[in-house]
């Protein structure tokens, strides 16, 4: 067996614990990983210390320094968000659909734990708590394999979490990191079908493709967001601007920025130039199709084919016009990578056609598509964003992260 | 584009029109799918008489041949089973967790189809048409890859749906019959993440093992069942012996069926003898540990470790002696494929603890194993027996073919 095949067999182990052992035992586990948090800051941000040196002599940039650091208040953060998750209602053991068949048989279907979650990503060490915590609610055991960068920030909250777990009288190995962070290691995680249930990926859409694409244990892909704002030939057209201005520039590295801009060809003239003037204050480059040059003029660059595929992640906008709602569907359903789409207008017909024919996670009418996220639409906390159709759809919260099991109350039935 | 890319193309093409299509559509076309079936016996007949002469000099096995076989009675069936489909509630379109955020946003989450679903499978004809018209029913395209022996009937059944279709004004492509039927097939199906959003595996060990381990394509795992019933000491021993029997012998060939006894140390020698009794009405071979031996003498072969791994499919019963609950449900939790477990029982904590304990799709008290499937679940039909955890677990029916989309009604919201 290698360590990691140990490390699943460890996880199945704690998971099996986990499915029967209560709210009450989950709870006490994510509050003494809270105080635990707050207790263990100085030895958290030494350990961060080691990763952040190390991302200074590599000559990281500051944007993702700043991802990286831990501080006295970003640990108060996470340790909060972990007594946010033990706040939240449990689903497991939820039963629904019961019904007594024309036999006799009572049969309903109980919510249970996946069982062993495994997760890969490559961002800030914050994820390596939030990942863990909500896995552990939902009574699943997480095994976690984060980015080399943050390697000993994620140690050093995983040898919290894990004391912590122990100490509440729940299985440790319910979370453990992976310790080697070379590519080879997501290989192998990629191949532990008999320990593991579900791997999410989390990080840059090449990750997404390779984990996608290989992996023999199941996958929920997550994240790639190519979304598109359609400013139709009713909107009102200062929420138009203001609804672009925010999905493109509020936080353009998240996912669910927007990154192309379909405006009707009858507003072209005068909605360009006012949603220019909002873009501009974030030097927002402009990338446009002919018509959209033609009313704005020089400043915008032409657009290709391969930006209407791109997700910027950047004060990057690309822009068409288009004739009607037939060609923003089209357009849409072509480029989208599924996640989050809107359309700004004032016309029912067109509001319905568009929730009804775009295929995406997330179909808004007159809002930003920065509001998919767990938080916003109430689920508590999220582990991601699916934009895959199978299992979970949009922000995956603590329901996401179950399965069924059906139960069957019998008094000696044969068939 | 090779053969198969280009029907992935024109499948997903049709699943964007059924998407949207509405339920009158889409049971008008299976309503002439029905009366197509019926028109057309003649011609299914003779296709199948191909595939039947095809068989016999290939020397394929009474029981084989019988499977493939299709005559008018059989068809009727067959046109009965899409009738059923079309009666059932359509999905689509339901909307559930609809309410107002504090800002204003009103976001809830419409079921919707998967979108394209390919089935390989290598049993009887019927399957083309039952999981067709299933697939149709939850506005999804599908892709069917049958196995080879039943090519001439497969292509019969689907160019008569496909005509139907046509006619109740739906997209033709919505079923389509992957016409190469060697195995470099199955691997181009399972490499077509562009076009198909969930792959479905219908057949022996050997199939599924190779779709699960190598699809580039989502799967859904089905089927294979190594199922249990543990006779518990407190048990009402004709019930248990009923039971067993019921489980083994209705009708050994599939999944639901149990392959392994577990006896109670304390009432193994008053059980085994009557188990054996039923069991010996169909000459049921079995293989059992030494004590089950000592207590039932020759007939009785012994077991080796690999007997409580194999899904015998036949009237072969392996058999253990055990000493408690709790190394029942060890054992079980050992070698269950997660398909169907069962307990025999009259205390209520055993019956409890089993309930919680055993992480199988469908768990029993007091009743056969071969309750597991979709009609008797009051699905109405189902298109296979999920054994994994992600997004189906158990019988599939309609529902288990949808997915979601989360609809967000504003009025200019920004974030």
């Known amino acids: 067996m290698t360590a990691i095949e140990k490390q699943g067999a460890a996880a199945k182990a704690a998971a099996l614990k986990l499915m029967t052992c209560g709210t009450g035992a989950k709870n006490r586990a994510l509050l003494a990983i809270a105080r635990a948090l707050a207790d263990n800051k100085e030895k958290i941000i ?19 320094m700043d991802r990286l650091a831990l501080n006295d208040k970003r640990i108060d953060g996470i340790a909060d968000s972990v007594r946010q998750v033990a706040a939240l209602d449990d689903p ?116 997404i493709r390779h984990v996608v694409e290989n992996s023999k244990v199941p996958v929920i892909e997550t994240g790639v967001g190519n979304c598109h704002i359609y400013v139709e030939s009713t909107a009102d057209l200062n929420m138009g601007a203001e609804i672009i201005y925010n999905a493109k520039c509020s936080r353009p590295s998240v996912c669910n920025a927007a990154e192309t801009l379909l405006v009707d060809r009858s507003i072209a003239a005068a909605f360009l130039p006012m949603a220019k003037k909002l873009l501009d204050q974030k030097n927002t480059q402009l990338r446009g199709c002919p018509e959209t040059i033609e009313i704005l003029g020089g400043g915008v660059l032409p657009a290709t084919d391969e930006d209407y595929w791109t997700e910027f992640g950047d004060y990057i906008l690309a822009v068409k016009v288009v004739s009607d709602l037939d060609e923003a569907i089209a357009h849409v359903n072509k480029y989208t990578t599924h996640h989050s789409e809107a359309i700004v207008t004032n016309d029912y017909a067109a509001s319905q056609r568009f929730l009804d024919e775009v295929d995406a996670a997330a179909v808004y009418v007159n809002a930003s598509t920065r509001f998919t996220d767990g938080g916003e639409f109430g689920l508590g906390a999220e582990i991601g964003i699916s934009t895959q159709k199978m299992h979970a759809r949009g922000p995956m919260g603590l329901e996401q992260l179950t399965s069924v099991k059906y139960i069957i109350y019998g008094s000696g039935q044969v068939r």
């Open 92 to 207: 497991i053991g939820q039963v629904d659909k019961m019904s007594t068949r024309p036999n006799g048989l009572i049969i309903g279907r109980r919510k249970v734990p996946l069982g062993v979650i495994a997760i890969i990503y490559e961002s800030r060490p914050n994820v390596t708590v939030d990942a863990a915590v909500l896995c552990l609610k939902a009574g699943n055991a997480v095994i976690l394999r984060g980015g080399k960068e943050a390697f000993n920030s994620n140690n050093a909250l995983t040898d919290i979490m894990r004391a912590a777990i122990k100490e509440a009288g729940l299985p440790e190995d319910a979370v453990s990191l992976v310790q080697d962070t070379t590519r080879g290691s997501v290989d192998e995680v990629m191949a532990l079908t008999g320990y593991i249930d579900v791997l999410i990926p989390r990080g840059g859409a090449g990750l």
């Open 46 to 64: 030494a350990a961060n210390g080691a990763d952040m040196a190390k991302a200074r002599e590599s000559g990281m940039s500051a944007a993702l």
